[in-house]
């Protein structure tokens, strides 16, 4: 069948069997494996003549709580859902098998928006990013180098706006963005304080990632309490991943003139309906500014973002920890383990081998 | 009984009778009348050899809803709580009638913090504001010309960071800030709607103080249908002097890149639980900002803010409603008016006139 396939599709290129993790159906709930199918079809590798696209081999896959949101049947004008009978999309890296774009030829490294299958079609190459650095870990362009560092470089630096010797509290520390956050944070002189899901991810918090202190907010029945244990003098900066409880709890420990930037509230995505947080009025007395952002308006501060994260990664300044996972037909799976905390660090799939 | 006191206290000078306004205990709800009591003691009205206090006549004084709060028995360290058995502290304006302070002499008319009382002793005369414009009503200085007036300026042009032609909601819109913000905004080309408690309150927020459309909202029952309707556009500027369930229906409207300024959160400050607010994951979504403030931190401002506000009175381009209560022994009722919207505009009580 491939082969009666190449000889027909020959005009346009060899044909190759495509693996592709297919949505079934829109959901409501957190996503569950059984919410995708990997499934087998066949692309061509050439780019159809006069289309200004580019054909891409996957090599790495991010798994991203976003993608959860697109599975939803979403209304809001911001997000465009995924389509039912259609791969997924994320972030990816990638390499370029064939263009038709000036700026992109055969061989290229580049980072952006693809599908969730072996080989794509990307149709506007303009939004890829190419990759120039390649002395650090090519996954790193899901991750440090890519969105998740810009969220936290973006949040932490242009949003909290951090003085040396503040307070600073993460949650989902371990993960892709707050691992990133508590690091610049200790770099700027902070006290560093994260949470996380469980006791290996608290140890590698203090251990491994430089925080002062660090809880597993499973095992604190308390959590206003867990927080004045940690924080005795209070908080300054508060980098919400979670909201619902834990920003409830943060909001009666914060000190005068605290920030609290919300990048995510993945506690909340699938509720019924979300928590109600009841310490606003902490808002008033001590002055807070909360304060929401979304990583595609620091997106042209890219470059400038790489000056600053590269060479801390090149002198061994700053770590990122990384839970990859091998294989096309594992990354429903991966992309389940996010939403349970199952990852430790940033939830990659790695597709194919460069 | 009056005539011997006078005589006795010949020394220090001339002895009053003294009306004042006594807490009788701590509350926990919101003030009633009968937490408090009218009583009669006398004072010299001489300053003592060698004080810097200065001793005042009050004129006006202020109802504000932050005095509500210091009738509770208060263990943050930003409030002191009122002293039962003494009299309330509030806003005032006074005229000085004897000073041991270089910086006043007898006749200055002045507006700070008093005591509820007909005459009282200020012991730290320094953070009293000296009046120096009386070409406008006297009872200015505890509103427009006043905390207030700093509130809505501050609160507007400082927090919110308006831009012309941004759609500005108020909560609390007839009330001593509310009313300013309204009129703030319009002058600044934003489109303007204000909520309010009663009938009367809509219409003059509609005929009197120009704002563009208003709504009760004791008579609406979904306050998110009735902001839709007000904003089909969505809200760019919230003032919020309200909190709890008109916040959260405000956070399911806001447009990309909006504001919500917490003045205050009247509606939570008696409840024995705050209200849950629930549509925060929208701070994100839409990249809101909320941020509380007090005005205190705007106080160094003062001469800045009467800069641009005492050319607006005078050109007729900004009016101010004040509800104004007759006699000390009517404080208390009008007090707790405030916590009930019984006033329409300013609430202030006149003790006696110049």
Chains 1, 2 share one sequence.
Not at 54 to 65: G, Q, T
Not at 105 to 114: A, D, E, H, I, S
Not at 199 to 228: P, Q, R, S, T, W
Request: proline share 4%; glycine share 10%; with cysteine.
């Amino acid at each position: 069948m491939l082969q009666q396939q190449k000889i027909i599709m020959a005009s346009v290129g060899e044909v190759m069997i495509n693996k592709q993790v297919i949505l079934k159906h829109f959901i409501n709930t957190a996503p569950k494996e059984s919410d995708m199918v990997v499934k087998t079809s066949s692309l061509s590798l050439k780019v159809e003549p006069g289309s200004n696209a580019v054909v891409v081999k996957n090599l790495y896959l991010s798994c991203d709580p976003f993608m959860g949101s697109r599975m939803k049947k979403f209304e809001n004008p911001d997000f465009n859902s995924f389509i039912p009978g259609s791969p997924l999309e994320g972030i990816g890296v990638a390499k370029v098998l064939d263009s038709g774009h000036l700026d992109f030829k055969k061989g290229n490294l580049v980072w952006g928006t693809v599908g969730w299958e072996e080989y794509g079609v990307v149709e506007n190459p303009e939004n890829l990013f190419k990759i120039h650095h390649t002395d650090v870990p090519l996954s790193y362009y899901t991750g440090i180098l890519g969105m998740p560092g810009i969220t936290a470089w973006a949040g932490f630096y242009k949003v909290a706006a951090p003085k040396k010797g503040e307070y600073v509290f993460v949650s989902a520390a371990a993960g892709a963005v707050g691992q990133l956050v508590g690091q610049f944070a200790k770099l700027m002189g902070c006290y560093v304080v994260g949470s996380a899901g469980s006791k290996e991810k608290v140890e590698i918090l203090k251990n491994k990632l430089g925080f002062d202190d660090a809880f597993n907010y499973k095992e604190e029945h308390d959590l206003d309490a867990a927080l004045k244990r940690c924080f005795p003098e209070g908080i300054d900066i508060y980098f919400d991943n979670v909201g619902g409880k834990i920003l409830d709890a943060v909001l009666l420990n914060m000190r005068i003139k605290g920030r609290i930037v919300v990048c995510g509230m993945i506690s909340q995505y699938y509720l019924r309906q979300p928590e109600g947080v009841r310490n606003l009025l902490n808002i008033v007395i001590k002055r807070v500014r909360i304060e929401g952002f979304v990583v595609v308006d620091y997106v042209p501060q890219y470059s400038k973002f790489l000056e600053v994260v590269l060479p801390l990664i090149r002198e061994g300044k700053i770590v990122y920890l990384e839970d990859i996972t091998e294989g096309l037909e594992n990354a429903p799976a991966a992309l389940v383990g996010l939403f349970n905390g199952r990852n430790i660090g940033k939830q990659i799939v790695l597709v194919a081998r460069e």
